[in-house]
């Protein structure tokens, strides 16, 4: 019941930024952990940065120093700023929201959006 959209991919020179935002709507009491994945031309889906609900991130070897994850709880969305782009970060990134929706038991809730393409050329 929980929807999330993901924008802000699309095509980058190499060495540009993008800023992806990931939008989550629905019954929704909280938000918890939030993450970014990607999946690349013959790779797995692979955990790119995550956000916990008061601010503490991690992030991949691959990515860090170069992308920031944020959140802002008052939207329910979460970014991953993309700075220094290279072609291996050619990809398609999805979000993944975990939470608890706004029923009296307030019931747990993981959901994934349908993923934005990001292509890095050079």
């Known amino acids: 019941q929980v929807q999330v959209v993901e924008s802000g991919g699309g095509l980058v020179q190499a060495g540009g930024s993008l800023r992806l935002s990931c939008a989550a709507s629905g019954p929704i009491y909280r938000l918890n952990a939030m993450a970014w994945y990607r999946q690349g031309p013959g790779t797995g889906r692979d955990l790119v940065a995550s956000?916990?609900?008061?601010?503490?991130?991690n992030y991949a070897d691959s990515v860090k120093g170069r992308f920031t994850i944020s959140r802002d709880n008052t939207k329910n969305t979460v970014y991953l700023q993309m700075n220094s782009l290279t072609p291996e970060d050619t990809a398609v990134y999805s979000c993944?929201?975990?939470?608890?929706?706004?029923?009296?038991?307030?019931?747990?809730?993981?959901?994934w959006g349908q993923g934005t393409q990001v292509t890095v050329y050079s």
């Open positions: 956000i916990t609900r008061t601010g503490i991130t």
């Open positions: 993944n929201i975990e939470g608890q929706l706004s029923h009296l038991s307030r019931p747990g809730f993981s959901t």
